[in-house]
């Protein structure tokens, strides 16, 4: 369900806020909430949209956001990114592009809001299982997290699809379509469009219910680190001396490995990367030749890199660029 109500609870009213404003229907409903009760709460309400130039109705977009701003008294930002997709594609690329205009605006606790939705979190989850991923790929999407000088913040984890579509069509709220959100080539898309209907048709609300699974994985996650820190505190660091780790099962080793890996930032590898971590820096004599390096394919995090110097294995960004 989409209230005001709901959303006090995830967002402070006394902070200035900025909604990430495509137009689409996830973002007009958002912002449409918001703006409906902006006066009484007394919000310092914004709104951002990025022209990504990568639909021959972009600019149309962009004049409807102008207007439905102009109609909710929203102050709107508008900004005109190029986008330049360097091997993880454009949605990779545009993404990146965006999030970058977004920190530009974000000041010391500002609030970006973006409206994700538990059917986001089923999409992620269903894409990375695909991938092949750990536990930690399986938590999702978290509803707030460090930002730039602030915070972003997602709302809207426990609405459905279907709850926006029913807001929406309720207040008769006009949105754009991306007409590109039709290609079924884009695997996100083909969940979307061809998967996931056929799954709500025979598990009614189905993406709620993985949404609740993933909540239950995050709650374990954190558990289960907080588990790890207490037992191996004194392994948990970016340098890490081979010969504690040599006494240890490899599959604690990994679970080392990810934890700070993940602290840093940095893309998380995959199960064949890290046995080959095991196999380069365990299980042989390494040198300060060796090395194991990884990225991943949409560029979202930055790549990774594993080394070796003085009897310590190393975890630090790879800085240089992949060929």
């Known amino acids: 369900m989409l209230s005001i109500e709901d959303l006090k609870q995830k967002i402070d009213f006394t902070k200035k806020i900025f909604v990430g404003f495509s137009g689409g229907s996830d973002s007009s409903a958002l912002l449409h909430v918001l703006a409906k009760t902006a006066f009484k709460y007394k919000l310092d309400l914004n709104a951002i949209h990025i022209n990504h130039k990568l639909s021959k109705n972009c600019d149309d977009w962009e004049e409807h956001c102008r207007n439905m701003c102009n109609n909710l008294n929203v102050n709107l930002i508008t900004e005109t990114v190029k986008i330049e997709s360097s091997g993880g594609g454009t949605e990779a690329a545009a993404r990146k592009a965006r999030y970058k205009i977004f920190e530009k605006y974000i000041d010391i606790n500002d609030q970006l809001l973006t409206a994700h939705h538990s059917d986001d979190i089923t999409e992620t989850i269903f ?53 590109s959100n039709d290609n079924n080539l884009i695997d996100r898309n083909f969940l979307r469009n061809e998967i996931f209907p056929m799954l709500d048709k025979r598990w009614n609300d189905f993406s709620l219910r993985i949404s609740k699974t993933s909540k239950i994985i995050s709650n374990r996650n954190k558990n289960f680190s907080k588990l790890l820190k207490k037992n191996y505190k004194d392994l948990i660091s970016d340098s890490i001396e081979k010969k504690a780790l040599s006494d240890l099962d490899n599959e604690i080793i990994k679970e080392i490995l990810r934890h700070v890996i993940k602290d840093k930032g940095i893309a998380m590898p995959s199960s064949k990367v890290l046995d080959e971590v095991l196999k380069t820096f365990i299980n042989s004599n390494p040198s300060q030749k060796s090395i194991v390096t990884w990225s991943r394919a949409d560029k979202e995090d930055q790549p990774g890199k594993i080394t070796y110097k003085d009897g310590k294995i190393l975890i630090s960004a790879n800085k240089t660029k992949e060929k």
Do not use: A, W
Not at 138 to 157: A, D, E, M, T, Y
């Open 127 to 179: 894409l990375r299982l695909m991938r092949g991923t750990g536990l930690e790929g399986l938590q999702g999407l978290s509803v707030s997290r460090k930002f730039g000088k602030g915070f972003i913040i997602r709302p809207l984890l426990e609405c459905s699809k279907k709850d926006i579509i029913k807001y929406v069509e309720d207040n008769k709220i006009q949105h754009i379509c991306d007409e």
